[in-house]
């Protein structure tokens, strides 16, 4: 297993992870594969660049195939608390370390810019999700929100203090 940054170049394979990504768990999600598939190239290209400069991504690779992805999110309302966002692992690739080597990837991205905390949402009922963030030091912060796109299912906020 291999995690590594995205490529400014890679605006396909941003839109290949992200698709299957979408397709394989829709309410892992703050969009739906509907929305975000019929976006034009440029988004794909805006976006990869974004991931290059204010953001970051990084892809799990195994065998030279990318089966995982997590974005590192420097949010605009939060700015001194980045989060894990976009967290997904080919479901063949699960349970092999995957989930845990992104999460560590943007928890060390986030220690290397200098951030105290750092945080994510997840779904409530994803069990595997709550189960890898709390292992990796998450706790909850007690902030609960409905689902950008589906009312019926809680989002939990959890955060992680990040040690120098």
């Avoid at 999600?29 to 290059?52: C, N, Q, R, V």
């Amino acid at each position: 297993m291999k995690v590594r940054r995205l490529h400014a170049d890679e605006a396909s394979l941003l839109k290949d992870l992200r698709l299957r990504a979408l397709a394989d768990a829709p309410t892992a999600f703050a969009h739906t594969h509907a929305e975000i598939s019929a976006k034009p190239g440029t988004y794909w290209d805006e976006m990869t660049a974004s991931l290059t400069t204010r953001h970051v991504m990084f892809v799990a690779e195994s065998d030279g195939r990318a089966v995982g992805m997590a974005f590192g999110i420097r949010q605009r309302e939060h700015p001194d608390v980045p989060h894990v966002g976009g967290m997904w692992v080919d479901p063949a690739a699960r349970g092999g370390g995957a989930g845990r080597a992104l999460t560590t990837a943007v928890v060390d991205w986030a220690r290397e810019n200098r951030f105290q905390r750092i945080g994510l949402w997840v779904t409530e009922g994803n069990g595997p999700a709550t189960r890898l963030y709390t292992a990796m030091g998450f706790t909850p912060t007690g902030r609960r929100a409905a689902h950008p796109f589906d009312p019926q299912l809680g989002i939990i906020e959890m955060e992680r203090v990040l040690s120098p």
